[in-house]
């Protein structure tokens, strides 16, 4: 019997990173100092939204001010692009029961008969800012490109939720999941942990507790 494919998501994400770095390695030479293009022309739009430093900030005050997401809005709208997200086959917003209350989830179908592979996914923001919203463009693009079920978990944030809330919540999150893939038209038996920043440390964790 297949177990589910935690343990293998880490080495995952490094190959795709690698996999990019390489093939963007002879247009942009590594300068830690200099941002590409396409990246410089984002942080342009944000320092244009008076965005101030996170770190002068309350995290109230964080929350509330112009982010990433509003500046790729800026960039697509000066460009003529589409500010229309990405399409997938379906979208559902959820409540799912966490150790404390209740957490938001957002559950991405890919297109396909299924049952899909699932990806339990944990957005970033230092374990402060971040939510469903401002991650809505990496799960629907995951979707699409893994062709799997992502579900998108909004864990408890400091300051006002401690350790180890954020991470009780993201283990929790993954048993639903294990519990009830199947009634999402996912497959219990190929789940994997995911996510990026602060996101890609509670995937960590995650793993190495379902393994424990």
Do not use: C
């Not at 995290?59 to 997938?88: F, H, I, N």
Request: aromatic share 8%; glycine share 8%.
């Amino acid at each position: 019997m297949r177990k589910p494919i935690t343990r293998y998501f880490s080495l995952l994400f490094i190959i795709i990173a690698l996999s990019n770095w390489a093939k963007a390695a002879p247009a942009y030479p590594y300068r830690p100092d200099v941002p590409n293009p396409a990246m410089k022309a984002i942080l342009d739009e944000l320092a244009a939204l008076k965005a101030r430093p996170i770190e002068k900030l309350t995290a109230a005050e964080a929350r509330t001010q112009p982010g990433m997401v509003d500046a790729v809005s800026m960039y697509k709208k000066r460009k003529g692009l589409s500010l229309e997200p990405e399409a997938v086959a379906k979208v559902e917003d959820r409540f799912i029961q966490g150790p404390a209350t209740l957490l938001p989830i957002r559950v991405y179908t890919p297109q396909g008969d299924g049952p899909h592979p699932v990806l339990v996914f944990f957005h970033g923001g230092g374990w402060v800012l971040g939510n469903l919203d401002a991650y809505d463009a990496s799960a629907r693009s995951l979707a699409n490109a893994a062709r799997a079920l992502v579900i998108s978990v909004n864990y408890r944030q400091a300051p006002e939720f401690k350790y180890p809330a954020a991470a009780d919540d993201a283990f929790a999150a993954y048993q639903w999941t294990l519990a009830n893939a199947g009634t999402l038209n996912g497959d219990p038996m190929r789940v994997a942990v995911g996510g990026e920043s602060a996101g890609g440390n509670l995937a960590a964790v995650t793993a190495l507790r379902a393994r424990d």
